[in-house]
């Protein structure tokens, strides 16, 4: 099981930390395209909420120019729970902040935040001086350059961080197939992550139908002559 393994994510211990996604810094992102961000973060909200991971979001002066975080985080995970902040640059400088993430008892974080070397870097490199397992989500953070996206990721793992991509953290928090919601894990992926994933299920489907129903084309027979 992949919860006894220290550099896998155990569902049990989890939490996820959304930090400023925000309409403003988005216009910033230069190392990802804007919708598969966007899209990568919604699906994070929605594994959050399937999976019941406490879920905690942030915003830098949102009422700035950075702007407002954007919706469908909340939209599709009303359970996640948006913290503001008195003007803190790094979210772990916040003491509501960290208060909320102490009180879940759990220790291992899932960060993504724009920017990448800023929003998400600073919070994990104090949450691993903190005692945390540190988790950063690299396709739901976003960057003004690959350049300092590349000096991000050195950085934090140097510190003790484990990059990984949205797809995976999916995947562990899944932990199995055979589970009663595995279809709607398998919808996210499709409608976020993975969209080709899609023919592979028609694919299936299709064969499946084929087994049960019979074929839909008769190639054994011939059309009579007119």
Request: proline share 7%; aromatic share 6%; glycine share 4%.
């Amino acid at each position: 099981m992949s919860h006894t393994i220290d550099t896998m994510i155990d569902p049990n211990d989890a939490v996820l930390l959304l930090i400023d996604h925000q309409s403003g810094l988005f216009q910033l992102v230069r190392d990802i395209e804007l919708p598969v961000l966007r899209s990568n973060v919604t699906a994070l909200a929605k594994i959050s909420r399937l999976a019941k991971i406490p879920t905690f979001t942030t915003a830098s002066v949102p009422d700035g120019p950075n702007g407002p975080l954007i919706p469908e985080i909340h939209q599709h995970n009303p359970e996640a729970v948006y913290i503001p902040r008195t003007g803190q640059i790094n979210a772990w400088d916040n003491p509501a902040w960290v208060d909320a993430i102490e009180k879940t008892g759990r220790k291992t974080l899932l960060i993504a935040g724009t920017l990448t070397s800023v929003c998400m870097a600073f919070p994990t490199l104090s949450a691993l001086a903190a005692g945390y397992k540190v988790f950063t989500i690299i396709d739901a953070s976003g960057n003004w350059s690959q350049m300092a996206t590349d000096l991000t990721l050195a950085r934090v793992v140097q510190a003790g961080a484990m990059p990984i991509d949205a797809y995976a953290v999916m995947s562990e928090l899944m932990n199995t197939w055979n589970r009663p919601d595995a279809m709607e894990f398998a919808a996210v992926a499709v409608d976020h992550i993975v969209p080709p994933y899609r023919a592979l299920m028609e694919s299936y489907d299709k064969a499946q139908s084929v087994q049960r129903d019979g074929r839909e084309t008769k190639l054994d027979r011939q059309m009579a002559p007119v």
